[in-house]
């Protein structure tokens, strides 16, 4: 009988539009981390804030995948129907004192700066009343290890991470890492601008009781102003060939692709790329276009 795969990737975008360049590099890079290892690569789409959704998106992301060549395991994992079991996460991280209430608005939080500085960790204020909720985080986080950078020292970007918002719906942290645990996932290959939120993801993991999964991240694909390519920053929908998007792919991840692929059919660069990985080419190696890209 064949040997069941020890590895589960994912890729998981959220449908607020098509997908872009930039979230192509990661479909592809995790893809081929997963598939590499005889394992498994999973598809959800995060659609937790339904105020960012746009219908026919998830549908455009599928069809995009598909000519792609990039085939996923299993049904696709859509988040908006579990709201139920993000809840349960929330209370047993209530109950067990690991989360807060938090009473301050998005003005106070931007007179901050940067970084919310745990003002409601004590209680709240005379008179204040709930608005969301967060995770208590310690500081400093425990260290973990990047697959392609090494030994991390990432603080919390913004502090104690919100788990549930003002608007009820429940954050992007919280979502991520329960549905991580309930696919199994035990690698994520994502875009660099996800790195200094992992330590928290991390811990979050460990507070309700799940594993945490190795994690590596690529570079991302800016624009010319140096600004990465985002759906939440009005970047455009991918609208090339998909031999095209192959090559650019690997070529921020530092592969050097052999110009008779050019223009052949995405499932020829699929495997010809899965073959290369079979030999010991690298998935992401730090080029000076890839450290380019990092700084941005």
């Known amino acids: 009988m064949p040997s069941t795969p020890t590895v589960t990737g994912r890729f998981a975008p959220s449908p607020s539009g098509p997908l872009h360049a930039g979230s192509l590099i990661a479909a592809v890079g995790s893809y081929l981390s997963a598939r590499s290892q005889g394992g498994y690569w999973r598809l959800r789409l995060e659609d937790v804030d339904e105020g960012r959704t746009r219908a026919g998106a998830a549908d455009a992301i599928l069809r995009q995948l598909e000519a792609m060549a990039l085939d996923w395991d299993g049904p696709v994992l859509t988040q908006s129907p579990r709201k139920a079991i993000y809840q349960e996460a929330l ?21 901050f700066g940067e970084r919310y500085p745990g003002v409601c960790r004590q209680g709240l204020a005379s008179g204040r009343q709930t608005r969301s909720w967060r995770l208590l985080v310690p500081d400093p986080l425990p260290l973990w290890e990047d697959r392609f950078h090494g030994w991390q020292d990432t603080p919390a970007p913004q502090g104690d991470p919100i788990l549930l918002r003002a608007d009820k719906y429940f954050a992007y942290i919280l979502a991520s890492v329960v549905d991580d645990g309930e696919q199994g996932i035990s690698e994520v290959i994502r875009g660099g601008d996800l790195r200094a939120l992992t330590g928290a993801q991390r811990y979050l993991q460990s507070a309700l009781g799940l594993p945490s999964p190795q994690y590596g991240h690529l570079p991302l694909l800016c624009n010319a102003d140096g600004r ?46 899965l073959s290369r990985m079979a030999e010991g080419q690298l998935l992401y190696r730090i080029t000076p276009l890839a450290a380019a890209a990092e700084q941005r």
């Open 91 to 111: 209370t047993a991280l209530q109950t067990k004192g690991m989360a807060y209430p938090c009473a301050c608005t998005r003005r106070e939080i931007r007179g």
């Open 228 to 273: 990465k390519l985002s759906k939440s920053l009005g970047s455009p929908a991918w609208a090339g060939e998909p031999s095209q998007a192959w090559e650019e792919a690997l070529r921020l991840l530092g592969w050097m692709t052999p110009a008779g692929l050019r223009g052949a059919p995405a499932a020829e660069w699929r495997d010809w790329a």
